[in-house]
């Protein structure tokens, strides 16, 4: 069964330029609006190799496979933004998973598992892949809000806040399913790439659309900075994980991330410029994400305090 969302073929923006610009253009409509309207699409023949994806997925699954004893010795680094190395959900969170975090290769606080084998040089390959994917993605981005040319490019230009996560969820239970409870993502870009057991749900016209494993296919959405950047012109995709019973679930989330220090804003050329009002404040990157961390480390009692975007919303 083929996914209700639309799968972009990215082949024509790593060809000759002046022989593919009708295929271009016809992309980058289709993102404009799958963006506009609830901010996911997949994409195809985007530079990651099939084979390279599988050995992620597999290496992935041995790692998660070992002992609680075992992973632990890879957690958790200190001095990144969020802590590097393995993690878990807390026992009080209602989400259900575990998760290896990785920053840039090379940077001091990554924390690496020794085994299995080749799986840090894989990772590493992994990140710098879905790395290029995102400026490319940026780029279509800045096309499609009719920016100057590189100027999202310009405004991100510091890459050390992106991050990658290799998760495992775990089956379901008869009280409880939820994989990741239903949120938008904080930051620009994200790029998802799951196995054949699924989950992935996006809420799209009032209902909930599965979005079935297409392989070689990574999925994208639209996180929070965009939505606001653009003063809703483009939207933050509202998204869920959906556990399966009997099975674990295994993904890669690549985050295309903002500096912690980039202050956060509509931009004048989708308020005062056209004469509409911003519809949210200002704020530093940083204080948004020490926010969402809270609701994971400290959720609130009661679900309506969870910290979202609407936290900087302004009621005109």
């Known amino acids: 069964m083929e996914s209700t969302i639309p799968t972009i073929d990215l082949s024509p923006f790593f060809k000759e330029a002046s022989t593919h610009e009708d295929e271009k253009k016809k992309a980058i409509e289709t993102i404009r609006q799958a963006c506009s309207e609830y901010g996911f699409f997949q994409i195809s023949n985007h530079g990651v190799p099939l084979g390279l994806m599988g050995q992620a997925l597999d290496l992935s699954k041995e790692y998660f496979g070992y002992t609680d004893e075992e992973k632990l010795k890879s957690s958790p680094g200190s001095g990144a933004p969020l802590p590097a190395g393995y ?69 991100n230009d510091d890459r050390s806040w992106d991050f990658m996560a290799a998760l495992r969820y775990f089956p379901a239970t008869e009280s409880q399913n939820n994989g990741i409870s239903e949120h938008e993502d904080g930051n620009c870009i994200t790029f998802v790439f799951q196995d054949e057991v699924g989950g992935l749900e996006v809420f799209k016209d009032k209902e909930w659309i599965p979005v079935f494993p297409t392989q070689g296919t990574i999925v994208v959405n639209i996180g929070d900075v965009i939505q606001v950047i653009s003063n809703n012109k483009l939207k933050s995709a509202t998204h869920r994980v959906v556990r399966t019973k009997g099975r674990c679930r295994h993904s890669f989330a690549f985050f295309y991330n903002l500096h912690g220090d980039k202050w956060v804003e509509p931009l004048p050329k989708f308020t005062q410029e056209i004469g509409e009002s911003p519809k949210y404040r200002g704020f530093l990157f940083k204080e948004y994400q020490q926010l969402r961390m809270r609701n994971k480390s400290h959720p609130p009692s009661n679900p309506q305090d969870v910290i979202h975007i609407t936290h900087y919303a302004l009621k005109n």
């Open 87 to 155: 993690s878990k959900q807390p026992q009080h969170s209602l989400d259900k998973n575990e998760y290896f975090l990785m920053f840039p290769p090379h940077t001091d606080f990554n924390v690496y598992p020794p085994n299995p084998p080749h799986f840090r040089k894989v990772l590493e390959e992994i990140f710098m892949k879905l790395s290029a994917i995102g400026l490319l993605l940026e780029s279509i981005l800045n096309e499609c809000l009719g920016l100057p040319p590189d100027f999202l490019k310009e405004y």
